[in-house]
């Protein structure tokens, strides 16, 4: 079975730039931690990718916070983040879930059997949407949320994802 890691956003702008929040921050050191007992071929990173007409999207009229504008400081991963991944295996996504890291991931479930666990920001967002996708198209598969490596835009609302998760059969650590 392959065990692979999801790292979701780990971003500039939601550690510690333009919807960055402590709950970010203290989750960088716990998610650098869990990436290395994974080879670097079985970690993939999603990374929000916004253009410049970023407030005039649906998701910008709700959210009218500019930030991930691909090219910025904003949008670039964590450093260390980056580094313990393949280049290949980073995923850019306009939007929360990311359709290409399902189809990837679902071509490869195809070759071998796979496991996964999924990391990073922000759990009430990016993270509950990209979980609920590869659940939904691998439904037989083990797939986990660690929360300790996982910071919503509020406590609150963190918890509330992981209970949508555990309510969708996805473990929560």
Same mark, same amino acid.
């Given at each position: 079975?392959?065990?692979?890691?999801?790292?979701?956003?780990?971003?500039?702008d939601?550690?510690?730039? @333009?919807?960055? $929040?402590?709950?970010?921050? @203290?989750?960088? /050191?716990?998610?650098?931690?869990?990436?290395?007992?994974?080879?670097? &071929?079985?970690?993939?990173? $999603?990374?929000?990718?916004? &253009?410049? /007409?970023?407030l005039?999207?649906?998701?910008?009229?709700?959210?009218?916070?500019?930030? *991930?504008?691909?090219?910025t400081?904003?949008?670039?991963? #964590?450093?260390k983040?980056? &580094?313990?991944?393949?280049?290949?295996?980073i995923?850019?996504? !306009?939007?929360?879930? &990311? %359709?290409?890291? %399902?189809?990837?991931?679902?071509?490869?479930?195809?070759?071998?059997?796979?496991?996964?666990d999924?990391?990073?920001? *922000?759990?009430?967002? =990016?993270?509950? @949407? /990209?979980?609920?996708?590869?659940?939904?198209?691998? !439904?037989?598969? $083990?797939?986990?949320?660690?929360?300790? =490596? *996982?910071?919503?835009?509020?406590?609150? @609302? #963190?918890?509330?994802?992981?209970? $949508?998760m555990e309510? =969708?059969?996805?473990?929560?650590?």
């Amino acid at each position: 079975m392959r065990k692979i890691l999801i790292v979701v956003d780990m971003q500039k702008d939601f550690i510690d730039g @333009s919807l960055g $929040t402590k709950e970010a921050q @203290s989750i960088v /050191n716990p998610v650098i931690e869990k990436m290395k007992c994974y080879s670097k &071929s079985d970690i993939y990173l $999603t990374r929000d990718t916004h &253009s410049e /007409n970023y407030l005039e999207t649906a998701e910008g009229k709700k959210l009218p916070v500019v930030h *991930c504008v691909k090219g910025t400081e904003g949008w670039k991963l #964590h450093p260390k983040v980056e &580094s313990l991944a393949e280049p290949s295996h980073i995923i850019d996504k !306009p939007t929360f879930g &990311s %359709m290409t890291l %399902m189809e990837l991931l679902l071509q490869e479930h195809k070759q071998e059997p796979l496991e996964i666990d999924v990391v990073g920001l *922000c759990t009430d967002i =990016c993270v509950v @949407s /990209n979980a609920l996708l590869l659940k939904a198209a691998m !439904p037989e598969i $083990t797939i986990r949320v660690d929360a300790g =490596c *996982c910071a919503g835009v509020t406590p609150k @609302s #963190h918890e509330a994802a992981l209970i $949508t998760m555990e309510m =969708c059969q996805i473990e929560v650590l």
